[in-house]
């Protein structure tokens, strides 16, 4: 691996603007996640030329990810309405970079005497991605007024993480995801996913209500063997004469009970409307969740109406949201509002897609947070992915002082503690100067 050091240019904001039962639940759901999208990223290396007869692997991966395609991919009337075609082909391609913008405009007056200077503070993610490859690099920097700050970079090269701080601390901090952090490990566990899914017709043929009408959809058996499973997971699909997936349920992981179900019944297209369950009882601990996403088309646009639901013993958390999209001027707005039984949490945004020479913007001009009834704060944020990256995604880090995170001890702690309090002490002197 190369040792090159982190070249990052620190660009102005624009202005204004495992072991416990819910650990091991997480896992499990990623892990089917993880499945999910790779049917979904089948669609974009899958092209049929001709009419053939599909093997039942096949037919599944292509039911699958036709799901997914007229959810969020190239099939979708939101893909064209609000002109991201050639977003989808950045993506497709895996290589590409990008960057957000975190912008406060205003914040509640908490009785700090401080509020008032905290408006317009920011926060960046800027980077390189080489998702064919699991490559990834990235710096997260600050700005206030004249101070701008190199806050963290961090690179991903397929096998190690690592974390460093020009700023702050002069220790690369490297993590094995392997062995600490395996949700990284997502690209190689693609790899070893794929091969091992196996499919079969079983010739058990039953009927479905989609959309007000009867359909009639043929069953295939799905097994998935992976070394991030613990136990095999098997599926049953029921998928129609068009190859549209209909309905999904699945179980995995026999000690804990964790069993599934997905639900397609939209009108002009199955994914249109879904509902996704899940249950299960993990040492005695019940976990049970609901999501469900409805969307209706028209020539000016959509609107998709998502709400959850989230169980864990007494523990109820629930989420309601409401997403329109208008395609004359590709604008949008949001309405989030969670509620943990005590609180509800309230989010207000809108927003439009700005597109730019190799370049597609999304810009939330207005963001507002309400907790207990309560005004937060606003913001705002722009993210914008970047289609003028070219060459290797250089993914060195500093060599001051390797520490690898499984040998982290509470001296490294103290050592890079007093680093970043000593620089934060220096930043909070010029802060001073303008307060």
């Given at each position: 691996m190369a040792k090159s050091k982190f070249t990052y240019e620190v660009k102005d904001f624009e202005p204004n603007y495992k072991k416990n039962p819910v650990a091991k639940l997480v896992g499990a759901l990623i892990c089917l996640a993880v499945l999910a999208l790779v049917s979904a990223a089948v669609f974009f290396i899958f092209k049929k030329e001709e009419k053939k007869k599909l093997t039942p692997?096949?037919?599944?991966?292509?039911?699958?990810?036709?799901?997914?395609?007229?959810?969020?991919?190239?099939?979708?009337?939101?893909?064209?309405?609000?002109?991201?075609?050639?977003?989808?082909?950045?993506?497709?391609?895996?290589?590409?970079?990008?960057?957000?913008?975190?912008?406060?405009?205003?914040?509640?007056?908490?009785?700090?005497?401080?509020?008032?200077?905290?408006?317009?503070?920011?926060?960046?993610?800027?980077?390189?991605?080489?998702?064919?490859?699991?490559?990834?690099?990235?710096?997260?920097?600050?700005?206030?007024?004249?101070?701008?700050?190199?806050?963290?970079?961090?690179?991903?090269?397929?096998?190690?993480?690592?974390?460093?701080?020009?700023?702050?601390?002069?220790?690369?901090?490297?993590?094995?995801?392997?062995?600490?952090?395996?949700?990284?490990?997502?690209?190689?566990?693609?790899?070893?996913?794929?091969?091992?899914?196996?499919?079969?017709?079983?010739?058990?043929?039953?009927?479905?209500?989609?959309?007000?009408?009867?359909?009639?959809?043929?069953?295939?058996?799905?097994?998935?063997?992976?070394?991030?499973?613990?136990?095999?997971?098997?599926?049953?699909?029921?998928?129609?004469?068009?190859?549209?997936?209909?309905?999904?349920?699945?179980?995995?992981?026999?000690?804990?009970?964790?069993?599934?179900?997905?639900?397609?019944?939209?009108?002009?297209?199955?994914?249109?409307?879904l509902e996704f369950s899940f249950s299960s009882v993990i040492k005695e601990v019940p976990v049970d969740g609901r999501l469900v996403i409805d969307s209706e088309n028209t020539k000016e646009g959509r609107t998709s109406k998502i709400s959850g639901e989230l169980k864990i013993k007494e523990l109820k958390l629930s989420a309601d949201m409401k997403l329109e999209l208008s395609y004359a001027d590709k604008s949008f707005k949001l309405d989030f509002s969670g509620n943990d039984e005590v609180k509800t949490a309230n989010v207000m945004a809108a927003g439009k897609m700005v597109f730019e020479k190799g370049n597609t913007k999304m810009k939330v001009e207005s963001l507002s947070l309400e907790y207990g009834g309560e005004k937060i704060g606003t913001a705002g944020i722009t993210l914008t992915l970047k289609g003028e990256s070219k060459g290797e995604v250089d993914t060195g880090y500093p060599t001051v002082r390797v520490i690898e995170l499984k040998d982290f001890t509470k001296e490294n702690f103290e050592e890079i503690k007093e680093q970043v309090m000593k620089r934060i002490n220096e930043y909070m002197e010029i802060f001073k100067k303008f307060i």
């Open positions: 692997g096949e037919t599944v991966k292509e039911a699958v990810s036709d799901c997914f395609s007229h959810l969020f991919g190239e099939k979708s009337p939101v893909t064209e309405g609000m002109g991201l075609e050639e977003s989808i082909k950045l993506i497709e391609s895996g290589r590409f970079g990008y960057r957000a913008d975190l912008r406060l405009k205003e914040i509640k007056d908490f009785g700090l005497g401080v509020e008032q200077y905290i408006s317009g503070i920011g926060v960046s993610f800027d980077g390189d991605a080489d998702l064919k490859k699991h490559r990834i690099n990235g710096n997260v920097s600050g700005s206030w007024t004249v101070v701008a700050l190199d806050v963290l970079q961090y690179v991903y090269d397929g096998n190690v993480f690592a974390l460093s701080s020009d700023d702050f601390f002069k220790e690369t901090l490297t993590i094995t995801p392997s062995e600490v952090l395996p949700f990284i490990y997502m690209g190689n566990a693609i790899e070893k996913i794929t091969p091992e899914t196996e499919a079969e017709k079983t010739g058990e043929r039953k009927s479905f209500t989609v959309g007000g009408r009867e359909i009639s959809c043929d069953a295939y058996k799905i097994k998935v063997i992976s070394d991030w499973l613990n136990d095999t997971a098997e599926m049953t699909a029921y998928i129609d004469r068009n190859n549209r997936l209909i309905y999904l349920e699945g179980k995995y992981d026999k000690k804990a009970d964790i069993s599934f179900k997905l639900s397609l019944d939209g009108k002009d297209h199955p994914s249109d409307k």
